[in-house]
């Protein structure tokens, strides 16, 4: 699920005691969650922590008349609401069955209004489902629950994307080049050993380099450490993009990828630009090469199909992970042209 731009809301302005909506407000910042609908008057509660958005409401209804907030059970209630599109900034809908009103006719709807449609869930499984419908699903959901624990089970909302395809390309060479400016990305995450980030130095090609979470001889273990490789560099970023190593810095999100694909957001924590020994590693998909340049250090990895590889150690003939795509970027979105890069 692409979650890139989304928005995650807990609405805690429905409990009649006050203790009761805080709960739902604590809950929710500790689960990484920043919008909230709260109830008019409580507005002490943005002292709790760090919000980006806060909608209020008053006796179950927007305070604000940019906002709209309609329980659509009906195709008339559906019309109306379809009708108020363009007129309102955000529209906010709930139903108890979206079975009978095709979510599909309002975003196609909305897309093109520059209307933003969120959709009110009590499942992680129906936010799920509203945030992926056509594809685009949703410009976010609202979580309604009576249960301030149950908020984090929407947490991986905020982390999770679609997988990435990977595939073994076959190394051609490893050579030494230069010394030159390198990127350490500390996120704010642990990882595992057979995942890190998505680097190359074509936008086409990105090798799996894998965090430093192997112990070695040489340096503990920096589990939260991928030493990325040259500033020039792409890295896949949450969305489908991709971001120059040089650009990224702390606050940024950059995608985490294990050997099967999978991939969560992590916030980069630090960026370390220095002066260091490189090399290039040179591979092959049978129809084109693609390079990565990476540090001349035991300690940097690759994934490979079962395990890692030290580039120190590659070997021609060795096979390795890469998530290979067609097409090019522009600004770090891909596009669908012809770019030869060599």
């Not at 203790?19 to 002292?47: H, P, Y």
């Not at 642990?190 to 979470?213: A, I, R």
């Not at 916030?267 to 990476?294: F, H, M, Q, W």
Request: charged share 30%.
């Amino acid at each position: 699920m692409n979650m890139d731009g989304k928005k995650i809301f807990v609405r805690a302005d429905l409990p009649a005691d006050k203790d009761d909506r805080k709960d739902l407000v604590t809950n929710g910042l500790e689960s990484g969650i920043v919008n909230f609908i709260l109830r008019k008057g409580d507005e002490a509660f943005e002292d709790l922590g760090k919000m980006d958005q806060v909608i209020y409401f008053e006796k179950g209804k927007p305070v604000s008349d940019d906002i709209e907030f309609s329980q659509i059970d009906t195709p008339a209630d559906q019309e109306r609401v379809l009708n108020l599109v363009g007129k309102k900034k955000t529209i906010i809908v709930e139903t108890s069955d979206w079975t009978i009103i095709p979510l599909e006719n309002m975003i196609a709807k909305f897309r093109t209004a520059g209307t933003e449609i969120l959709a009110v869930a009590s499942r992680k499984e129906e936010a799920e489902l509203y945030l992926t419908t056509m594809e685009k699903g949703v410009d976010g959901v609202v979580i309604e629950t009576e249960d301030p624990l149950a908020i984090g089970k929407f947490r991986d909302l905020l982390t999770v994307s679609e997988p990435v395809e990977l595939q073994e390309v076959e190394v051609v060479s490893v050579e030494p080049v230069e010394m030159g400016d390198r990127v350490c990305v500390d996120t704010c995450c642990l990882m595992k050993p057979g995942e890190g980030m998505l680097c190359g130095s074509y936008s086409n090609c990105l090798f799996l380099v894998q965090s430093e979470s192997e112990a070695n001889g040489y340096v503990a273990t920096r589990p939260f450490r991928v030493n990325a490789g040259a500033v020039h560099m792409y890295c896949m970023v949450p969305g489908g993009g991709t971001r120059y190593l040089s650009e990224i810095s702390a606050g940024d999100p950059v995608l985490v990828c294990d050997r099967k694909g999978n991939v969560r957001s992590a916030s980069v924590g630090r960026c370390k630009v220095e002066v260091r020994p490189l090399l290039i590693v040179t591979a092959t998909d049978g129809n084109k090469t693609y390079n990565v340049i990476l540090q001349n250090a035991e300690t940097i990895k690759v994934v490979t199909p079962k395990g890692s590889e030290s580039v120190t150690k590659l070997k021609k003939g060795d096979k390795i992970l890469a998530h290979l795509t067609s097409g090019g970027r522009h600004f770090g979105m891909k596009v669908e042209e012809t770019i030869t890069e060599k």
